[in-house]
């Protein structure tokens, strides 16, 4: 360019007559900083859970020459925390939300300030709403007796479940035979109206969160045929 901030540019107006006399006249000003522009701010995740990563981009110009430097600043506009970046680059930042205490439809803002060679700045922001995450299984369903089963055995079928937003979730539990439940509860004694020999005995463990989202977790043991018993010879 040909002048950068700061330079004083002078205007010099020069009248001549015809026989040759001339007279001169300056104007000056100097050049004044213009400030940055954010051109965008986005954020990568439009649907963010509250373990995710979320990332957030910013894109700059300044029409005096020079390239922004970006700053960038997280918070939670529900609940007014302000969080510190998890890793900062050139033009972009990350924020691990399983670092922070989001919880469901809190709206987390990414705020960007471009400042530029001369100090001058420009922010703009983008948003993102905290969705609700389905709970999962720490440990799988597990049926104490397996893989055969006789009629009176007693079976007790387990799980663990938790959720990001709500902790540990107690599951629910059905017993069934190809799809038809008839039974529930952790506990189940295997008799002969129900089952019958050969059958895939099924236990469904369900976690469900205050969300009403939910994760199933299944255990199958078979049932056996009991060999009879001779009571009187």
Do not use: K, R
């Not at 990568?44 to 970006?70: E, K, M, N, Q, R």
């Not at 997280?74 to 930042?93: E, P, Q």
Request: net charge negative.
């Amino acid at each position: 360019t040909l002048v950068v901030v700061g330079d004083t540019l002078t205007c010099t107006a020069t009248a001549t007559d015809g026989y040759g006399g001339t007279s001169s006249e300056d104007a000056t000003t100097v050049i004044l900083n213009t400030d940055p522009v954010v051109d965008s701010v986005a954020i990568d995740l439009t649907t963010p859970v509250a373990s995710d990563i979320l990332t957030c981009s910013a894109t700059g110009s300044d029409i005096d020459g020079y390239s922004p430097t970006f700053d960038f600043t997280w918070s939670n506009l529900t609940t007014g925390d302000v969080y510190t970046s998890s890793t900062t680059d050139v033009d972009s930042a990350t924020l691990d939300l399983s670092t922070t205490t989001v919880a469901v439809d809190d709206e987390v803002e990414c705020l960007v300030t471009a400042t530029d060679a001369d100090g001058g700045t420009a922010s703009d922001m983008a948003t993102v709403t905290i969705y609700n995450s389905a709970p999962t299984f720490d440990v799988a369903a597990t049926i104490d007796i397996s893989p055969d089963v006789y009629v009176g055995d007693v079976l007790t079928c387990s799980a663990s479940a938790s959720d990001i937003n709500d902790g540990t979730i107690a599951p629910t539990y059905e017993w069934s035979v190809n799809g038809n439940v008839f039974a529930t509860g952790s506990t189940y004694t295997v008799d002969v109206t129900n089952p019958d020999f050969g059958d895939d005995l099924v236990c469904t463990a369900t976690a469900t969160d205050s969300d009403g989202e939910m994760a199933v977790s299944t255990a199958t043991v078979t049932v056996q045929n009991t060999a009879p018993v001779v009571s009187n010879v």
